[in-house]
Nanobody
Framework: EVQLQASGGGLVQAGGSLTLSCATSGFAFDRYAIGWFRQAPGKEREGVSCISTRDESTYYVEPVKGRFTISSDNAKNTVYLEMNNLKPEDTAVYYC?????RGQGTLVTVSS
C-alpha cells in the first residue's frame, strides 16, 4: 500500500521558516518523482515543487523560487521542503504526491 504522510506545518510569522517532511512507504522510492502541492482557502490546488528521486533534478514554480528548497533522503524514503522567507500568501495546506497517490496534508499558516 502506497502511503505518503506530510508533516512539519505550523504557524509562523512572515519572513520565518519551516521545513516540511513527506514520509513515504509502499513503493520504490528511488524511481519516481515526488511533488509538493498546496491548497489555500478558497483556491484551487497548485503545484509547488517536485524532485526526481532518481537523479535529484528539481522544479519550482516561480512564486517560490529562491525561497523553497526540495530535497530527498533515499535512505529514509522521505522528501523535504525547506521554506524560507515565508509570506502570508504561502498559507495553505501542503500535500506531497507521487503519481495519483496523495497523502494527508499539513497546514502552514503565515501571519503578517
Amino acid at each position: 500500500e502506497v502511503q505518503l504522510q506530510a508533516s512539519g506545518g505550523g504557524l509562523v510569522q512572515a519572513g520565518g521558516s519551516l521545513t516540511l517532511s513527506c514520509a513515504t512507504s509502499g513503493f520504490a522510492f528511488d524511481r519516481y518523482a515526488i511533488g509538493w502541492f498546496r491548497q489555500a482557502p478558497g483556491k484551487e490546488r497548485e503545484g509547488v515543487s517536485c524532485i526526481s528521486t532518481r537523479d535529484e533534478s528539481t522544479y519550482y514554480v516561480e512564486p517560490v523560487k529562491g525561497r523553497f528548497t526540495i530535497s530527498s533522503d533515499n535512505a529514509k524514503n522521505t522528501v523535504y521542503l525547506e521554506m524560507n522567507n515565508l509570506k502570508p500568501e504561502d498559507t495553505a495546506v501542503y500535500y506531497c504526491q507521487m503519481g495519483s497517490e496523495r497523502g494527508q496534508g499539513t497546514l502552514v499558516t503565515v501571519s503578517s
